[in-house]
């Protein structure tokens, strides 16, 4: 068996569970080592039980890499495997209908694996697609991108599409929506993007008329596609309440416009809640079931947004990421 393979996929699986970041970062690291060593170290490493005097190799790695190296499945992988990723639901015909994913991080901005991981993960759950959407550059805590990164970020997608693909990676952006509904990137640049998300992460208890007003200026810029998280809501820890807005003229706006309304599967914020995904549907709108992944083996919990969409009345022929890529970017650019 290829340990790196199989380290990454351990990885995949303590992601999927919600385990501890440093305990994924742990087998990621250990991938990395592997991956870079001259051809012959790692047999000779494990024939003499030298692998954990490598930096980033521990007792439980090495034991995993030695039991690979030997053609035996890892005892650990096998535990994983049998347990599944609790929690997480079938997703039913939805799930089975969604191509690909809208709205996902790299370690470009705040995610916390490269661009080819998170295509390795995507590859790995049978995407056809992934729009990668890092930050923009006023979200400094997220490592948002200047002009120049996204330029920069470009190319490599495109070099990274001729080496990795299938997936197709399709470029894209979490662009932040300011204060006067204007959009946090060079409008240039904007039309040089595949997919373009637009959320609110600042002044999210902005009054309501004020908020109603910055959304529906985002909403109707047309190199808008998907408004994402609508509410800005968080359901778990110390939480954080739903901005106020008037759903109903932002939702009639995303109908006018075509702008697609996300469900944001992330169990946190699992947003927007479902009085507002009924308002949505029932007001015409499209729909984007996305991640929100800042990681590879998050992209698994597209199942949470199907399970809520189905539950509201969302059927598959209004959620854009069931379309072929090239249906996708072909809406996404009408505008």
Known sequence: ???????????????????????????????????????????????????????????????????????????????????????????????????????THSDWSDGGSSIEEMAGAARALGHEYLVLTDHSPRLTVARGLSAERLRHQLDVVAECNERLAPPRILSGIEVDILDDGSLDQEPDLLERLDVVVASVHSTLRMPAVEMTRRMLTAVSHPRVNVLGHCTGRLVTGRGRPESQFDAGAVFAACREFDVAVEINSRPERLDPPRRLVRLAQESGCRFAVDTDAHAPGQLSWLPFGCVRATECGVTGDRVVNTWTADELTAWAARR
């Open 1 to 103: 068996m290829d340990p790196v393979n199989v380290l990454r996929q351990i990885a995949l699986h303590l992601e999927r569970t919600g385990e501890p970041t440093y305990r994924v970062r742990a087998f990621r690291n250990a991938a990395a080592v592997v991956a870079d060593l001259p051809d012959g170290e790692l047999a000779r490493r494990v024939t003499r039980g030298t692998l954990t005097e490598l930096t980033g190799i521990g007792k439980t790695t090495a034991g995993v890499i030695t039991e690979a190296v030997q053609g035996r499945e890892p005892a650990y992988l096998t535990d994983l495997e049998s347990r599944g990723a609790p929690g997480i639901p079938d997703g039913g015909p939805l799930r089975a209908a969604l191509r690909g994913d809208c709205h």
